[in-house]
């Protein structure tokens, strides 16, 4: 069994996201390959021969597939794929993106999201907003598969040394091109990778008020999220919203503020190692999942919070 | 133009659903059913094309048992001018779906095709992309903006870290995302107008779709429960126990 991982990469170097998805291919047990499509992406190539574990990098270098354009990197993934038993990604919006258009591709049904691995063809992933896990197992040829990256603690970025192989000819649709973007900037971590995060709900009243989660995010070295509430209500961009229609995060420590516990926003947050909830309203559902609960206003217990920690 | 949208029936996302003892999936009987809410905005954005005088037709379809006649009402009651049901089992995979949407997509031709990002009850994610894949046509997912510009579409994608703007050659795949736009409320006399408006039925077989998958869920089970927390009675207390007892700061 030879395993192909479609590399997720940013600033020139593979993002965490990759580890987790190498853990999960490590798993599955076999040789694993990891993909590198983009341009100008040598320095990323590198940074993916260097992932414990990793046998082989193959680096498309095009600007065909610049920018991660789906219908120019689902047919290059499908070209290799055939030499290969699975084909995983990220559960990132390009993993979410692409890999679909690679399964339909091939004529195989693909496994979304998957937080174990039970053998090579069985593996559970969450339902209904993870309130029910399901097992399920692929008899494919080619197990197309994204993983929930949270479900898989993240392989060593550093020991190995594989070699770097040129793959793939430009596959290019010229049916979609990339136009722009608009990036929120942050000094603070990345929030699925952090190990503390913060996260403001619609009892935050406001966005200015996000400040209190910033000075406190600050002092501890956290990550700001937020529920879909606030993101909604204008507060913050979307970028920094936890929950099924969000981001999916298990930090070591989840402290949600004025966030009253939608089952929606449990599905992003309920695997964290532990839960604070800061709430004002002692009958919020969030206290059923929370280790630790204060019956609180959070502007007296924040700025509180910030000055003891 | 003409639009196409596909549309989910699935549980009421206010329903917390239950696993079943026997461990064959979740409770779904006397469970209130609903249109899934990314199609909902699905449809209100296709209904806006109409509204502006781009879309000249928007045709309704979902892939599903003869209940979900009931979600094609709801949509042409929210606008759209008539409704195809293929009318198949309701644990069909995304592939098989997206097969049986091809197949309609090549009956209908239509220009644009708009699908929901993702069903809150598969949690899949896939359906729309492979739709992409099978028919050749561009996708833009998880859509907050689209704009629709001579034979072009402008499409805004909500992206890791924030927004991406491309453009699509048309025929194109769109997926919706929670900010695309506010769905409207159904009105009682569009309600009484949408029973008059056509419904057409076919069946996988008609299309030449197989229904075969190569996926099986083996069992469905309740997620590990957390055990119960405590509530601290002050933010001194709170952060004893997060250093002494949980360790985690």
């Known amino acids: ?309 | 133009m003409k639009v196409l949208v596909a549309v989910k029936r699935v549980v009421d996302f206010n329903v917390k659903v239950r696993v079943k003892a026997d461990q064959s999936g979740v409770e779904l009987a006397s469970v209130k059913m609903a249109l899934n809410p990314f199609c909902e905005i699905a449809v209100e954005e296709a209904v806006r094309l109409k509204e502006q005088g781009i879309a000249t037709e928007v045709v309704v379809v979902t892939v599903g048992s003869n209940a979900a006649q009931e979600q094609l009402r709801t949509a042409l009651a929210l606008g759209a001018d008539r409704a195809i049901l293929v009318e198949a089992t309701d644990d069909l995979s995304s592939l098989t779906i997206a097969k049986a949407l091809k197949a309609v997509v090549d009956k209908e031709q239509p220009r644009l095709v708009i699908l929901g990002k993702q069903a809150i009850d598969s949690d899949n994610n896939q359906t729309g992309q492979m739709l992409a894949a099978l028919s050749g046509y561009a996708q833009g997912t998880f859509a907050s903006k689209v704009e629709v510009v001579g034979d072009k579409l402008n499409v805004t994608r909500e992206i890791d870290g924030g927004l991406q703007s491309l453009e699509l050659s048309l025929p194109a795949i769109v997926t919706t995302d929670l900010r695309l736009n506010e769905p409207r409320y159904a009105s009682l006399p569009n309600i009484m107008k949408a029973k008059k408006k056509p419904l057409e039925t076919l069946t996988p077989s008609a299309l030449g779709v197989a229904t075969t998958s190569t996926i099986k869920t083996l069992k469905v089970e309740a997620p590990a429960v957390r055990s119960a927390g405590i509530k601290v009675k002050t933010v001194a207390e709170l952060i004893e126990k997060l250093k002494n007892e949980a360790k985690v700061i």
């Open chain 1, 1 to 309: 069994m030879t395993i192909l991982v479609v590399a997720e990469y940013e600033n020139g170097a593979v993002a965490p996201a990759t580890l987790n998805t190498v853990a999960a291919a490590a798993k599955i047990g076999g040789d694993v390959h990891v993909l590198v499509a983009g341009q100008n992406v040598g320095g990323v190539a590198e940074s993916a021969a260097k992932i414990a574990g990793v046998a082989k990098v193959l680096i498309a270098d095009n600007a065909a597939y610049a920018h991660a354009l789906p219908e120019n990197v689902a047919p290059l993934i499908v070209e290799l794929a055939k030499g290969y038993s699975h084909v995983l990604a990220p559960a990132t919006t390009n993993g979410k993106n692409i890999l679909p258009r690679v399964a339909a591709l091939l004529d195989v049904d693909q496994i979304s999201e998957i937080i174990s691995v039970e053998s090579a063809d069985t593996f559970k992933r969450p339902i209904y907003a993870g309130n029910a896990i399901a097992t399920v197992q692929s008899s494919a040829a080619i197990k197309v598969i994204t993983v929930r990256t949270t479900g898989f603690d993240a392989v060593a970025a550093e020991g190995g040394s594989a070699a770097i192989e040129a793959v793939g000819a430009a596959h290019n649709a010229g049916i979609s091109a990339f136009v722009g973007e608009e990036l929120a900037k942050s000094d603070r971590p990345e929030l699925t990778a952090a190990k503390i995060v913060v996260s403001g709900g619609r009892g935050m009243g406001n966005g200015d008020n996000f400040k209190h989660l910033y000075s406190l995010a600050d002092k501890l070295g956290a990550a700001v999220g937020a529920s879909r509430a606030a993101v909604d209500a204008g507060f913050v961009p979307n970028d920094m919203q936890v929950g099924q229609t969000g981001k999916i995060v298990a930090p070591q420590l989840y402290i949600a503020v004025g966030i009253s516990g939608a089952i929606q926003h449990l599905a992003g947050m309920k695997d964290s190692k532990v839960i604070v909830a800061i709430n004002k309203d002692e009958e919020a559902p969030i206290f059923q999942v929370a280790d630790y609960g204060l019956v609180a206003d959070l502007f007296e217990a924040v700025p509180e919070l910030e000055k003891l920690v």
